[in-house]
């Protein structure tokens, strides 16, 4: 096979496997940063062939100060940083103000490797907000959420009951970043992300809150459960700040991510009475014309 063929099948391959992404600007050796190999110990001072000083010639023990382990540098800067997270949060008192204080948010190694962060889309003040995972490459590229395919499904799901970006229903994420090569993301990025998601919740208020896929619904629900067990059923939402100002709760479903009935077409059924119990709901608080 030609050289140059090998070179595009390893490409592919990579890609294949999610690493899509260039994270640097130059590639790194990790070969030449191995760590230099230990030098051999020096002979260690022969102390105590030496004679002891007399008592009053050794100096007086330094008092001990008995301090707390100090905590490794990595988990005070996580810690900093949801610090940073949760005053940034706090601190907006709209959903404009809210959207400046995630874009200047310097504490999600996420932010990164994204072009865009993708903070919402659609009607603010909807009836229907609609929270999903992460953004993908279409939306890193874009800046809004749920713009690829499983978007264009989300669309035509949510059109089927009355619902659009343009009139009534307002679309999140959990993450405002994309990870890298659609990895994972960790629950240390979730954790920082969650205080702007929860202020999102509080600032537009939607009659209906809707969770799809089971990161979203097991993040904002704080349930162990799969999203098998979590969907279908309604729930009640409070935010800390809700339940600390007495605001009644906000009625939570979860069900089906789009891109989850995409591969799996049965279970669309699922979905479509998951979509008649929302309709029935904002049908019932008057929310659909
Ligand atoms: N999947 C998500 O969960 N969110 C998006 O924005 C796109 C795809």
């Not at 809004?144 to 395919?149: D, E």
């Amino acid at each position: 096979m030609p050289a140059r063929d090998m070179l595009r099948n390893a490409l592919l391959l990579q890609i294949e496997a999610g690493a899509d992404e260039a994270i640097a600007e130059a590639p790194v050796d990790r070969f030449a940063q191995r760590p230099p190999s230990p030098a051999p110990a020096a002979p260690a001072p022969a102390a105590a062939a030496r004679p002891a000083p007399p008592a009053a010639a050794r100096p007086a023990p330094t008092p001990v100060r008995v301090t707390r382990p100090a905590a490794p540098a990595a988990l005070v800067t996580a810690e900093t940083a949801l610090g940073a997270a949760r005053a940034a949060a706090l601190a907006a008192p709209t959903l404009a103000d809210l959207r400046a204080a995630v874009e200047a948010f310097e504490g999600c190694q996420l932010k990164e490797t994204a072009t865009h962060t993708v903070f919402a889309d659609g009607a603010e003040g909807a009836p229907a907000m609609f929270v999903g995972e992460a953004p993908g490459a279409d939306e890193d590229r874009i800046g809004k959420p749920f713009v690829g395919v499983s978007g264009q499904l989300l669309d035509r799901m949510i059109a089927t009951i009355g619902l659009s970006r343009s009139l009534n229903a307002y679309i999140t994420n959990i993450l405002f970043w994309r990870p890298p090569g659609n990895r994972e993301p960790s629950s240390e990025e979730i954790a920082l992300c969650l205080p702007f998601v929860m202020r999102h919740i509080e600032l537009a208020r939607p009659k209906v809150l809707v969770f799809l896929g089971g990161p979203s619904a097991k993040t904002l629900l704080g349930r162990a459960e799969g999203i098998t067990r979590l969907r279908g059923r309604w729930q009640d939402f409070r935010t800390q700040g809700m339940l600390e100002r007495g605001e009644p709760p906000i009625a939570a479903m979860a069900m089906f991510h789009p891109a989850y009935l995409l591969r799996t077409p049965g279970a669309k059924r699922e979905a479509w009475r998951d979509l008649m119990a929302i309709r029935a709901r904002l049908a019932e608080a008057g929310a659909l014309g």
